[in-house]
């Protein structure tokens, strides 16, 4: 009986209060909740996991345009790029890496272009003191070619288009057997011959899995100029406009986290010869 009089005098309560009250009372549980909400999502995303949409075809086939992708903050450390929202750009954090790992080739790494304030994501192709060059559509390791086997040619609508389009899918692997797919489109493209990179110590040469949408460390826009065929260096003033530059090496400073899985898309599969589509929610990369 006691309970049944306590909601009467919460209803009478309820009842005495005029509009402007109940409208004071109601922002006021809003905010005492988002005063606990905020810290703790902003403790998740800084420190566990944050989630990426995927802007644009690079990583077609393994991501797609709208992919949501949950991405691992404590893979390599902690550095002022792993803030959530960026915000790390405009404090006043000291530069440096806490708990730093390398990447291993074959990750999916989100990280901040090293030009601009874009938020990118490309697979690693090398490492520090990698020999990196493509020949004839090939990546070249360390003057060997990387394993590559054709797998199929699909022709499919690509994102924001209305004209299917052929690409060729290849899966490469590398020496310690992790393997990717990628798409290549016509011989010949800029990307399919380079000159020779040499990555320097504490960055990271990467590409995109679609080789012929992504401008990836091949292209020079975002290097220094070669010197005997050869790219070795960092720090060079760019020879284009910075929005207009490649990736060139990434510092490993500038790394957000690696790409893990998949959570969700809205992305709709078109391809023309009606095939299945893979599954893509919470599929890991």
């Known amino acids: 009986m006691a309970d049944d009089g306590e909601k009467a005098h919460s209803v009478d309560e309820d009842e005495s209060l005029t509009f402007g009250q109940k409208v004071k009372r109601e922002l006021h549980e809003w905010a005492v909740t988002l005063a606990v909400f905020i810290p703790v999502f902003m ?36 550095d002022r790029y792993s803030l959530p929202f960026s915000l790390g750009r405009y404090l006043p954090i000291p530069e440096g890496r806490i708990f730093a790992r390398t990447p291993k080739r074959g990750d999916v790494v989100v990280f901040e272009h090293p030009h601009t ?51 060729y899918e290849w899966r490469e692997t590398a020496e310690d057997g992790t393997s990717w797919l990628t798409h290549r489109q016509e011989k010949g493209d800029r990307g399919d011959n380079t000159v020779l ?21 091949r292209f020079l826009s975002g290097h220094c100029p070669p010197i005997d065929g050869v790219v070795d260096r960092v720090g060079c003033p760019l020879s284009v406009e910075s929005d207009q530059a490649s990736v060139g090496f990434v510092p490993m400073d500038h790394l957000v986290g690696r790409a893990e899985t998949v959570i969700m898309s809205l992305y709709r599969c078109k391809f023309e010869d009606s095939e299945p589509c893979k599954k893509r929610v919470w599929r890991g990369l």
Do not use: C, W
């Open 43 to 78: 403790i998740f995303s800084g420190l566990l996991y944050e989630q990426r949409v995927i802007p644009s075809e690079s990583m077609v086939p393994t991501l797609q345009v709208s992919d949501r992708v949950a991405v691992s903050k404590f893979a390599y450390g902690y």
């Open 197 to 217: 990179f040499v990555v320097p110590e504490g960055h990271l040469f990467l590409m995109g899995d679609n080789r012929d949408n992504s401008l990836d460390s």
């Open 117 to 167: 304030a874009r938020v990118m994501i490309k697979r690693v192709i090398g490492l520090p003191g990698d020999r990196i060059q493509m020949i004839g559509e090939t990546v070249y390791i360390n003057g060997n070619p990387i394993d590559s086997e054709f797998i199929r040619t699909v022709r499919y609508v690509p994102h924001g288009r209305s004209r299917a389009v052929t690409a």
